[in-house]
């Protein structure tokens, strides 16, 4: 889970927020390609159309998620990395893009 927030204090309208994992590592495809990276959306439950913000946004972690089995070590094994993207317009008609990583 993670809070989404914007310090300037307005509303953004058209809000869309994604979740990626990516995880690096040695990957071979059944024909010998290596793939060095593996991008796995993660779904997320929020529901707020005008995003009225400070809003909380989470993860379920189940037997459908990238997460499901995966440990502190695991992931630190293969680099995970989650990135998150907020896109929107502002109150006064600017679209914007924002990206974090975790």
């Known amino acids: 889970m993670f809070r989404v927030a914007d310090i300037r204090r307005r509303t953004s309208m058209s809000p869309s927020l994604t979740a990626q994992l990516y995880t690096w590592g040695p990957r071979r495809t059944a024909e010998g390609e290596a793939i060095p990276v593996l991008v796995q959306d993660l779904p997320l439950n929020y529901c707020d159309r005008?995003?009225?913000?400070?809003?909380?946004?989470?993860?379920?972690?189940?037997?459908?998620?990238?997460?499901?089995?995966?440990?502190?070590?695991?992931?630190?094994?293969?680099g995970a990395e989650v990135v998150v993207t907020y896109e929107g317009t502002s109150d006064v008609g600017g679209r914007f893009v924002v990206r974090r990583s975790y």
Not at 52 to 68: A, C, G, K, M
């Open 50 to 78: 005008m995003m009225l913000l400070p809003v909380v946004v989470e993860h379920t972690v189940d037997e459908r998620s990238p997460l499901y089995g995966h440990t502190r070590s695991s992931l630190a094994e293969s």
